[in-house]
């Protein structure tokens, strides 16, 4: 796979995630396999085991695999897998953006970018949405048309905790449900049947840029997206929620006249190029009457 990074540099990856995904989305037997994986309850079983003491041991060969610096992480000694998945960053690791008029990604991620039209398609874990199917209402989808959505896809090695963009008030969580589902684009579209994957959104009347959607999706083998706030108000920087184990997507949606995201991710998604991104890192501005 191929990315940029902020610097304008092409980095190509393939990792153990990807061998692994490969063998199940490329041959009979994985195929097979996958066709029970995707199954609800194997997903909570896996949650749970990855929730025991004894997952530890699985801990020493993804950090190897992946090769995570696990000195940018405040503790190294973990109850389970999942306690070490969720683990919390360093705050100097990730420096949050606090200019109001800057426009800052909520989680580390590969990033794309679209403008929002009645006949557009986004290709999210694999399975094409129109912005209407995504959040399954007409009314809701008519709200962003014009606007621009933000596509950050969460690969193994990310920092799976997000933040707020901005300050100001959120709606309630909105859960739909789904068939959890793979995140890495190896997948392609094999496996048909397996058409939406959980997922959570809300609405968040930002300071700075008008009503945002946010929406966290679930991905294979991960149980459940853990947000931490109902309705209320919100900070920017502050932490939203987690993910525990797998790829997971964060969607954010902007209205018309928003927003302006930065030249060269708005040029690596015309060339079909994702750019990497972390938490709390400016990727667009404000529009406004001085900024169009």
């Known amino acids: 796979m191929k990315y940029a990074d902020r610097n304008g540099n092409i980095i190509e990856k393939n990792g153990g995630q990807d061998g692994i995904l490969s063998f199940l989305y490329g041959s009979r037997l994985g195929m097979l396999l996958l066709r029970e994986f995707v199954k609800p309850k194997y997903s909570i079983l896996m949650g749970r085991f990855l929730s025991l003491r004894i997952s530890k041991m699985l801990i020493p060969p993804f950090i190897a695999l992946n090769k995570i610096d696990m000195t940018e992480y405040k503790r190294c000694a973990f109850k389970s897998y999942n306690d070490f998945f969720t683990r919390e960053i360093k705050k100097e690791k990730r420096k949050i953006d606090f200019l109001p008029e800057h426009f800052i990604a909520p989680s580390d991620g590969k990033l794309s970018v679209y403008t929002i039209d009645d006949s557009s398609h986004f290709k999210i874990k694999n399975t094409s949405y129109t912005m209407r199917s995504l959040v399954r209402s007409r009314n809701l989808a008519k709200r962003y048309e014009g606007g621009t959505l933000l596509v950050f896809r969460l690969t193994v090695d990310d920092y799976h905790r997000y933040c707020y963009i901005d300050d100001g008030y959120k709606s309630k969580n909105y859960h739909i449900p789904g068939v959890l589902h793979t995140v890495n684009p190896v997948a392609n579209d094999k496996l048909k049947i397996y058409k939406e994957n959980t997922r959570e959104f809300t609405i968040l009347k930002s300071k700075n840029f008008g009503n945002l959607l946010i929406m966290e999706v679930g ?55 994702e750019t990497m991104v972390k938490m709390g890192e400016k990727i667009g501005v404000a529009k406004t009457p001085n900024n169009k």
Not at 248 to 263: H, L
Request: proline content about 0%; hydrophobic content about 40%; glycine content about 14%.
């Open 219 to 273: 991905a294979l083998f991960v149980g459940k997206i853990v947000n931490h706030h109902a309705e209320g108000t919100f900070a920017r920087g502050e932490e939203k929620g987690k993910f525990e184990f797998g790829g997971s997507t964060i969607i954010v949606c902007a209205e018309k006249g928003a927003i302006n995201i930065d030249q060269d991710i708005l040029k690596n998604t015309a060339l079909g190029i």
